[in-house]
Each structure stands twice: as structure tokens, then as C-alpha cells.
């Protein structure tokens, strides 16, 4: 409301541009310093409330405002909820999916090796770098990798056909 009636006022004052911006300048720094005044009163009067209460008391209305007003940008985030239960994968069952992928059954006894190597057998372990699944696939080249253990070996099957045994230059050698 005191925006609008000033721009009310300089609209219809005659007053020269210059002298305008100087008049605005100092109404801004007046609020500003009656808003500093206000709010340093009310700091004072909450502070000779706190301390006519006894310090327990205080300590809990100093923790409630905090709880209230304080934001945490420092926080990190939530991490996300961990999977009930891993599945794993027995050799047989890792070579028996990778042929329904789309492997050729040739090198199915080789994927189980590797898929043992890399993660365990584990369709759910993620390694420190951050690689994902049964054969530890980066989800920052080649997309998310599924859940399930068809779903990861057809992924590796795509890597496979990019970089060969190299895209898992440990447990791709043996």
C-alpha cells in the first residue's frame, strides 16, 4: 500500500526526476531503519521474556523457535531406502539367464564366471565407483540397469558388443 501511494505521489508530483530518486532513496533508508528499530525492539523484548522464565523453560522455547525457523542447506540428502533382500544367483542361474539375454550359449560358462567375479552373484550389488548389477555395469554410459538378472545380462550383452571382454578388464581376462 505505501509502494502504490508513493508511486501515486511521484506521478503527480512536479517534482524533477533527480530529486525524485533522491526522495525515494531516503524513504527507502527511513523504512529500512524503522523495520531494523522494530525488529531490534522485538529481539529485546523476547530476550526479557526468556529471561523471566526459568532456564528450562527457556531452553525449550529457544529450541522450539529453532526447530521452527532453521533451514539446512548442509544437510545431505536422504540416502535411499536399502532393498529388503539382495537376490543372488547361483552359477547355473546366471548362465541359464544369460542365454535367455540373448547370449550365445559358447560363452555363457564365461559370462557365469564373470558375473561371479564381478559382483558375487548379486543382481543388487553396487561397487564404490558406483558400478551396478551382475556384471557391474556404469549406469552413467550405458542407462539403468534393470533390477532383474535377463534384464542386467542383456545390458552386458550390449556393452559386450561395444567393448568386448575389456569393459571388465579384471574379471573379463581369467
Not at 35 to 40: C, G, I, S, V
Not at 73 to 87: F, S
Not at 97 to 122: F, N, Q
Not at 150 to 159: D, E, F, P, W
Request: with cysteine; aromatic share 6%; proline share 7%.
Amino acid at each position: 500500500m505505501l509502494i502504490q501511494l508513493m508511486v501515486l505521489l511521484f506521478a503527480l508530483n512536479p517534482m524533477p526526476a533527480g530529486a525524485r530518486y533522491a526522495f525515494a532513496q531516503a524513504e527507502s533508508a527511513r523504512i529500512q531503519a524503522t523495520y531494523e528499530h522494530e525488529m531490534a525492539a522485538r529481539a529485546e523484548a523476547e530476550r526479557i521474556r526468556l529471561v523471566s522464565l526459568s532456564e528450562r523453560e527457556a531452553e525449550a522455547v529457544v529450541l522450539r523457535r529453532s526447530a521452527l525457523t532453521e533451514t539446512r542447506y548442509d544437510a545431505a540428502p536422504a540416502a535411499p531406502p536399502p532393498r529388503a533382500v539382495p537376490t543372488s544367483s547361483t552359477a547355473s542361474d546366471i548362465a541359464e539367464a544369460a542365454i535367455l539375454a540373448g547370449w550365445p550359449a559358447s560363452l555363457a560358462p564365461k559370462v557365469e564366471r564373470v558375473a561371479m567375479c564381478e559382483s558375487g552373484g548379486l543382481t543388487s550389488a553396487v561397487a564404490p565407483a558406483g558400478y551396478v548389477g551382475l556384471m557391474q555395469v556404469a549406469p552413467w554410459l550405458h542407462g539403468a540397469v534393470p533390477e532383474d538378472a535377463v534384464g542386467q545380462l542383456a545390458q552386458a550383452l550390449a556393452v559386450y558388443h561395444a567393448q568386448g571382454w575389456g569393459a571388465w578388464p579384471v574379471c573379463g581376462q581369467k
